[in-house]
């Protein structure tokens, strides 16, 4: 049985008790929490840096997978490294050089990912699948939480399992409803904002995930 991971997206929390947010998804059990970094540039929406990650890193010891919406983002790998991110992921068409930022991320001691906006071809992640620990798919245009979950993106999920052996996560507008969706075409780690900080309980948001994990 392979291990399939719920990652709530931060982007959804209350900001005004993040501290608390965080611990109240790690003691429903996530694994890990996402970060939606965004510039105002790459996506129109402007959100977290490295100060806040930082921050977070202080109060939880989830991992921290953090997803670079911003352009040329090499110049900050080091930064949110820094600040304690696990996973960093760029998006390829913010990107130059991608296969240099990758390297970097690795050579940082993080694990490297590539994340690819609804437009954007899957074949244009597979000449760096060697160089990858991590794709994301996303199922909605970045920029924004709480969006309508986009399934002909799981298309790209079954072309990417046939041939990628790391980590596939898919983002945007996931809930108990498509879930299912998202890990028949060989997702390991579902995203979910709205599906998990817009709920009161978290325990029990987290749980019904958990239930359609168990037919995979
Ligand atoms: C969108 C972000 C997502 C988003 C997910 O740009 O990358 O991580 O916050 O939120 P929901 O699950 O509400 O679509
Ligand atoms: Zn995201």
Redesign the pocket.
């Known amino acids: 049985m392979k291990k399939i991971m719920i990652a709530p ?1 931060l ?2 929390a209350d900001f005004s008790r993040l501290a608390e947010e965080i611990r109240d998804v790690e003691k429903a059990g996530c694994d890990a929490l ?1 970060i ?1 970094v965004m510039d105002g540039h790459f ?1 129109p929406n402007l959100t977290i840096g490295p100060l806040v990650v930082s921050a977070i890193r202080k109060v939880t010891k989830l991992p921290l997978d953090v ?1 670079l ?1 911003i352009d040329a983002p090499s110049r900050y790998v080091g930064e949110f490294r820094k600040a304690g991110a696990d996973w960093i992921t760029i998006h390829i068409e913010a990107e130059n050089d991608v296969l240099k930022t990758l390297q970097e991320i690795k050579k940082l001691g993080a694990k490297a990912g590539i994340s690819l906006r609804p437009k954007t071809p899957v074949e244009t992640i597979l000449p760096y699948l060697s160089e990858l620990d991590l794709a994301l798919v ?1 199922s ?1 245009e ?6 309508s979950f986009m399934p002909d993106m799981m298309a790209k999920v079954k072309v990417l399992r046939s041939k990628f052996q790391g980590l596939i996560s898919v ?4 809930g108990a409803g498509n879930a299912f969706q998202a890990l028949e075409a060989g997702a390991d780690i579902l ?5 998990v900080f817009g709920k009161a309980d978290r325990v029990k948001a987290i749980q019904e995930f958990r239930e359609i994990f168990k037919k995979f």
């Open positions: 997206s982007l959804s996402h939606d996506v997803h919406m996303m909605v970045p920029g924004f939480g709480g969006q983002d945007g507008g996931i995203v979910a904002g709205s599906a």
